[in-house]
Each structure stands twice: as C-alpha cells, then as structure tokens.
C-alpha cells in the first residue's frame, strides 16, 4: 500500500519507489515499431523501455514514447512493420534508481525536457518507468483536501 504524503517541501527528498507507476511495457530493440505502437495503444501507455532481449532481466538500452513517434516515425519511409525500434528510439537514457528523489526526477524532467525516466536496478534493468503524469497525479493527491475548490 502506498502512504499517502503531504504536500510541503518534504516531498522533494522521497525516493522514487514512493511514485505510484503504471504498468511498464519492455520491448526488445529489433521490436518492429508497429508491434511498439500496438502495445502502446492497446496497453494505454506513453512509452516502452527497450533492452537487447526485450525482458526486464536485461540492461536498459533506450526508451521509445510518444515523443519518438511525433520526431522520428514520421519521417521514417517505409513499413512500420519492418522498421525497428533501434531505429527511432532514444538511445541511453536517463535513468533513476529507487532512491532517485522526487526533486532530482523534476529537475531531470525539467533541465532535459524529458517526460519519461526508467527507474533501473543496480545492474541497469528496468524495474518501471515513471512519468510526468505519474509526478502530477503525486502532487496533486498530495494537496490538501480544502486546496482543490
């Protein structure tokens, strides 16, 4: 169960594992993006993390959101069918531990311009992905109850 916080500026200094996620989808890099984007639309999600194996016990080799589609699918000629996500994802990214802070994660987001960051074990596989959602839906929750009228 997860506690529920308040919110002041304690909330920076929790550690990611605090952040409620979604379900994370993992994907292997030679994944054909139509196979991504099925996963994606179907799964409700914004992003896939992307290994060598397509398995969590694999280190973590890029990401691929929605973002990716918008800048780089588009442009692509040909079948999505037939083009891999090694292709079109976002090679090594940026990722977090478990005990990444909620102000290190915002910062991240805020300084990169990203909107997703694995959260990887010590060996760099992926564990979930958090998100800009995620960090809103948090802080929001977090309100007190006579904030929000």
Not at 23 to 38: C, F, G, I, W
Request: proline share 7%; with cysteine; glycine share 4%.
């Amino acid at each position: 169960m997860v506690r529920k916080l308040i919110f002041d500026t304690s909330i920076l200094q929790e550690p990611a594992s605090t952040i409620p996620s979604r379900k994370t989808l993992v994907h292997s890099q030679d994944t054909a993006v139509a196979t991504a984007l099925a996963t994606m639309h179907n799964d409700h999600c914004s992003s896939v993390i992307v290994t060598r194996t397509g398995r969590k016990d694999s280190p973590v080799v890029g990401i691929f959101t929605e973002r990716d589609v918008v800048a780089r699918v588009i442009d692509q000629p040909g079948e999505l069918a037939l083009l891999p996500l090694s292709d079109v994802m976002t090679p090594d990214p940026v990722v977090g531990t478990q005990e990444s802070t909620f102000a290190w994660l915002l910062h991240s987001m805020r300084i990169k311009g990203l909107r997703h960051i694995p959260i990887v074990d010590a060996d760099h596989h992926p564990l979930y992905v958090i998100s800009m959602r995620d960090i809103v839906t948090l802080l929001v929750d977090s309100f007190p109850p006579n904030a929000i009228e």
